[in-house]
């Protein structure tokens, strides 16, 4: 990989606000050097003015043997703090600032991938690692590389000064510094390298939760509580071991620049007494930048601790932001400017995200045309080639009903997401009304019903739950009418329940039967052009599943209906079929 492409990659990731204070933080550096440089020899004249001494001190910048008074003096060292305080003040909010809109760029592309067609297979296990650990720690990477760059500046700086003031203590502390440094990168190269199994512990550790919670009844079920706990804490154990010993690499890198540093002072005291080339003055000015020198690099090595943890991390970021287009990542984030540098606009945002969208224009019923649904030749292969599905060629009628039956592993869910645009097919083409599926959807919105093998629920009440993504003014009437079409009235209707009981996230208390027909419910409360089934008898008992037919062969001439299923239950009244069984081999 070229070093432009690289830059630019890294580019994508940080942005110009996160550049700027980089930029800013690195300028920094240079004015704590200078600020050092003034306190050091404002100590000197302190010593000079309250009589301790009476040699005379050689000023910098010119200034020769000039003696401010002490309210001059004191004013200059208020100056002088008020100086540190504001850079210190830039460099610390400019890094928080930096690790908050990098954290916040990685996140909103992440976002928008899983909610954009054809992106990501939308695992949970994938969003969670990516969010929760390496977008983090990449964002922890370039605030400890914000923090540290001015504080490098700043020991660069001052090393400088201490050269021109005495060439031979500056290369006797350096020779020093130089064998603490080696020590440092061997540690350092250790912790590197096990800082690379971190995110690997984190995506498996993501993998078996989600696995146990998703799959809780059947674990349950085969007593596998203590199997699947086993491994959880194995993971943790494993992770929190791992950041143990990272830690103590850490610890020893952050311990020894102090240590050596105070030896070397020490050392330092003992040459200049048997060989001064400094006046008594000028040798405490010298001490007192070293002494920050000194403290500068041992803070650089904690840095540097942090930066070797977090670097893979920050390249995953690159490598994951290099997958999309400029085009993708600046839809993502076009918004990014409502992050202020100061947060003081959060409560507006905070309103803003929290206030539900007013339903401020009505969208027509049924104003598209039904759909007529033609595929030629369509076929899909994955990545590596892999067929799934393969030349393709049916039709259905506006109105009319397909059923689309196969064994688990025919491609069926593909199919149903080629037809509605989720991802492209390889070759061959999808109509419905001579559009393609993304421009139909575009033109016509709030068009299609979609009943997957899985209910989606929310926590919050039933009529929250059927009318989620609902735009049109809902009467009681077309309510009452769908909960009547899914079978959930007489449920519904009951003294204890009515719209406003509440269900759960996971719909606990409800029966699957119940749960798949609020979902149904949801689907026909929308009185779409199209109305896609997938697998939706998949866990349903055989009387759910005959109500579930009945509406169906009720709906035939009022919308187009494509049905997913491997059982014949649910499409014993379709006359339409297309069967993907014969495509296996």
């Known amino acids: 990989m070229t070093a432009r492409k690289r830059f630019l990659e890294i580019f994508n990731v940080i942005g110009r606000r996160g550049l700027f204070w980089f930029t800013v933080s690195s300028t920094a550096g240079i004015l704590l050097a200078i ?26 910048f010119e200034l020769g043997n000039w003696q401010p008074n002490t309210i ?50 939308g695992s949970l296990t994938s969003f969670n690692t990516y969010s929760n650990e390496i977008f983090q720690r990449a964002a922890e990477f370039f605030r400890s590389l914000s923090a540290s760059v001015p504080i490098a500046v700043q020991s660069i700086t001052m090393f400088a000064v201490l050269l021109k003031k005495d060439i031979k203590l500056t290369s006797f502390g350096f020779c020093g510094i130089l064998f603490v440094a080696i020590v440092i990168q061997v540690t350092s190269k250790r912790m590197t390298k ?84 400094l006046s008594g003055l000028e040798f405490l000015g010298f001490l007192y930048i070293f002494l920050r020198f000194v403290q500068s690099l041992s803070a650089l090595s904690n840095y540097y601790g942090a930066l070797a943890q977090s670097f893979p991390h920050f390249l995953n970021s690159t490598e994951y932001f290099s997958s999309f287009t400029q085009d993708e990542i600046r839809e993502s984030l076009k918004d990014i400017n409502k992050l202020g540098f100061t947060g003081s606009n959060f409560l507006k945002i905070e309103g803003e995200i929290s206030k ?50 196969g064994q688990s592993g025919t491609g069926k869910s593909t199919l149903l997401s080629i037809i509605l645009g989720v991802i492209e097919p390889t070759s061959g083409e999808v109509t419905i009304n001579q559009l393609a599926p993304n421009d139909y959807f575009s033109a016509n ?34 309510i009452r009418e769908a909960l009547r079409a899914a079978h959930l009235l007489d449920w ?9 009981y ?49 509406t169906i062969q009720q709906l035939k001439g009022k ?19 297309y069967s993907l069984d014969r495509r296996l081999n």
């Open 356 to 405: 539900a969208p007013a339903k401020t224009t009505v969208v027509p019923w049924g104003s598209a045309k039904l759909p007529e649904i033609r595929l030629k030749g369509v076929s899909y292969e994955y990545i590596n080639g892999t067929p799934v599905v393969s030349q393709i060629n049916f039709s259905v009628a506006p109105g009319d009903a397909l059923a689309v039956i």
């Open 492 to 500: 519904c209707d009951q003294p204890t329940v009515g719209l406003n």
């Open 35 to 60: 600020v050092e440089l003034g306190v050091s020899v404002a100590i000197a004249l302190t010593v000079k003015i309250l009589g301790i001494t009476s040699q005379d001190i050689s000023l910098p």
């Open 194 to 277: 096990l800082s690379l199994k971190l995110p690997e512990l984190w995506t498996n550790w993501n993998r078996i939760l989600v696995r146990t919670l998703r799959n809780l009844f059947l674990i349950r079920s085969l007593r596998l509580e203590q199997y699947e706990q086993q491994k959880l804490k194995g993971n943790l154990f494993a992770r929190s071991a791992l950041m143990v010993r990272i830690g103590l690499a850490g610890s020893l890198t952050s311990a020894l620049p102090s240590l050596f540093g105070t030896v070397l002072i020490a050392c330092m005291i003992l040459i200049h007494k048997s060989h001064p080339q």
């Open 72 to 121: 001059t003096l004191i004013s200059i060292l208020i100056g002088l703090a008020a100086t540190r305080a504001t850079v210190q003040f830039l460099i610390q909010q400019g890094s928080n600032f930096a690790y908050e809109i990098i954290g916040l760029r990685l996140r909103l592309v992440l976002v928008s991938a899983h909610l954009r067609p054809g992106k990501t297979n």
């Open 445 to 478: 919105p709030f068009s299609v019903g979609y009943v997957g093998p899985e209910p989606f629920l929310m926590e919050g009440t039933v009529l929250e739950n059927i009318s989620f993504g609902n735009p049109h003014q809902l009467s009681e009437m077309d």
């Open 559 to 577: 919308t187009t209906i494509i049905i997913v299923s491997h059982r014949e239950g649910l499409v014993k009244h379709i006359e339409n079929r």
């Open 502 to 550: 509440n269900i759960s996230e996971n719909g606990e208390g409800l029966s699957t039967g119940q749960k798949q027909r609020l979902s149904l419910a949801r689907a026909l409360l929308l009185k779409p052009r199209l109305l896609v089934l997938d697998e939706i008898s998949a866990n349903l008992d055989t009387q759910t599943e005959q109500e579930i037919a009945q």
